[in-house]
């Protein structure tokens, strides 16, 4: 267990890293909150759509096509969606819970749950995480633009409203553009492919740099028994609750083990990028992050643990 508590460190050792770089340059005063605000909207809007067109685009969809365990992760994933939101109705403020929500049950799939994936299934963790993480993408964004809408703090939303604002959802957008090319596997030329991939390896340090740079000692006073609840659920009662019921239906081996390493990732940093593009409590988002990132260095091992001792995994 040593080796794969290494291995968790050191997907997640970097994310403090730039989070750090983050809260120094705030400090410096070589950042500021125009630079934040502008930043994360270029996250938004640019470089994180490119990020997951790129992600769809490559993903190996003949290696990894497996019905019944896709369908599982997008039922389960709705699920976790719904206690959370359930949850966040009896313990949350009104004004807090569309971030409480997205904290509470999106992943940081992309870049924790993919590099575990690889590191412990090798090939075919790559193959099946590439799958899952590119047909989830369509999933969270679309239930936390829902959400988000739902408590946008200008005021309550109608359907159609919050229809519309799913539908303009720039990552949203990025997903479904890259549906077809990735489907019927329409080329692009090398020098497009690599220029979009310059301009998508922004938008992790460009996020990981604002959600440090909105950071302080204040804010994380303020949101600590609101975002350590969401915590919780985002790293210990959530992934308990989905990996037991994908052990009912039959999933054992690699595939559970996947399954929980993507139920168990700490939370992305694009709920960061979401709650500050809608006006919702982005420093509330970004205490969850900085809090789940640090316990599941812990929370991950601790699971891992379990599962091979029960001889799930």
């Given at each position: 267990?040593?080796s794969v508590a290494i291995q968790t460190l050191?997907?997640?050792?970097?994310?403090?890293?730039?989070l750090f770089i983050g809260v120094a340059l705030?400090?410096?005063?070589?950042?500021?909150?125009?630079?934040?605000?502008?930043?994360?909207?270029?996250?938004?809007?640019?470089?994180?759509?490119?990020?997951?067109?790129?992600?769809?685009?490559?993903a190996d969809l003949d290696a990894a096509l497996?019905?019944?365990?896709?369908?599982?992760?997008?039922?389960?994933?709705?699920?976790?969606?719904?206690?959370?939101?359930?949850?966040?109705?009896?313990?949350?403020?009104?004004?807090?819970?569309?971030?409480?929500?997205?904290?509470?049950?999106?992943?940081?799939?992309?870049?924790?749950?993919?590099?575990?994936?690889?590191?412990?299934?090798?090939?075919?963790?790559?193959?099946?995480?590439?799958?899952?993480?590119?047909?989830?993408?369509?999933?969270?964004?679309?239930?936390?633009?829902?959400?988000?809408?739902?408590?946008?703090?200008?005021?309550?939303?109608?359907?159609?409203?919050?229809?519309?604002?799913?539908?303009?959802?720039?990552?949203?957008?990025?997903?479904?553009?890259?549906?077809?090319?990735?489907?019927?596997?329409?080329?692009?030329?090398?020098?497009?492919?690599?220029?979009?991939?310059?301009?998508?390896?922004?938008?992790?340090?460009?996020?990981?740099?604002?959600?440090?740079?909105?950071?302080?000692?204040?804010?994380?006073?303020?949101?600590?028994?609101?975002?350590?609840?969401?915590?919780?659920?985002?790293?210990?009662?959530?992934?308990?609750?989905?990996?037991?019921?994908?052990?009912?239906?039959?999933?054992?081996?690699?595939?559970?083990?996947?399954?929980?390493?993507?139920?168990?990732?700490?939370?992305?940093?694009?709920?960061?990028?979401?709650?500050?593009?809608?006006?919702?409590?982005?420093?509330?988002?970004?205490?969850?992050?900085?809090?789940?990132?640090?316990?599941?260095?812990?929370?991950?091992?601790?699971?891992?643990?379990?599962?091979?001792?029960?001889?799930?995994?």
């Amino acid at each position: 267990m040593l080796s794969v508590a290494i291995q968790t460190l050191g997907v997640t050792a970097p994310v403090f890293v730039m989070l750090f770089i983050g809260v120094a340059l705030k400090r410096l005063a070589w950042i500021d909150a125009s630079f934040i605000h502008t930043a994360s909207s270029l996250v938004f809007k640019a470089t994180m759509p490119t990020l997951l067109f790129l992600s769809i685009l490559r993903a190996d969809l003949d290696a990894a096509l497996q019905p019944a365990l896709l369908s599982y992760y997008v039922v389960a994933t709705v699920t976790t969606f719904f206690l959370a939101w359930a949850w966040a109705l009896w313990r949350c403020p009104r004004a807090d819970r569309g971030v409480y929500v997205q904290g509470a049950f999106r992943g940081n799939n992309g870049i924790v749950g993919l590099a575990l994936a690889t590191s412990l299934y090798g090939d075919y963790g790559l193959s099946l995480g590439g799958v899952l993480a590119g047909l989830v993408i369509l999933v969270y964004n679309s239930l936390s633009a829902l959400i988000l809408a739902i408590y946008n703090p200008e005021g309550r939303a109608s359907a159609a409203a919050i229809l519309l604002s799913i539908m303009r959802n720039p990552l949203i957008i990025g997903v479904t553009a890259a549906v077809p090319f990735a489907y019927w596997q329409v080329p692009l030329p090398d020098w497009l492919l690599t220029s979009g991939q310059y301009f998508a390896q922004m938008t992790l340090p460009l996020a990981l740099i604002c959600i440090g740079g909105t950071l302080s000692l204040s804010v994380l006073r303020e949101s600590s028994r609101i975002a350590l609840s969401s915590s919780l659920m985002k790293l210990v009662w959530l992934p308990a609750l989905a990996t037991i019921g994908a052990w009912l239906f039959g999933f054992r081996g690699a595939e559970l083990g996947i399954l929980f390493l993507y139920f168990a990732c700490p939370t992305a940093s694009a709920s960061f990028v979401m709650a500050r593009a809608t006006n919702a409590n982005h420093q509330l988002a970004a205490t969850i992050i900085v809090l789940t990132t640090l316990m599941a260095v812990i929370s991950i091992n601790f699971g891992l643990f379990v599962l091979g001792w029960l001889g799930w995994i």
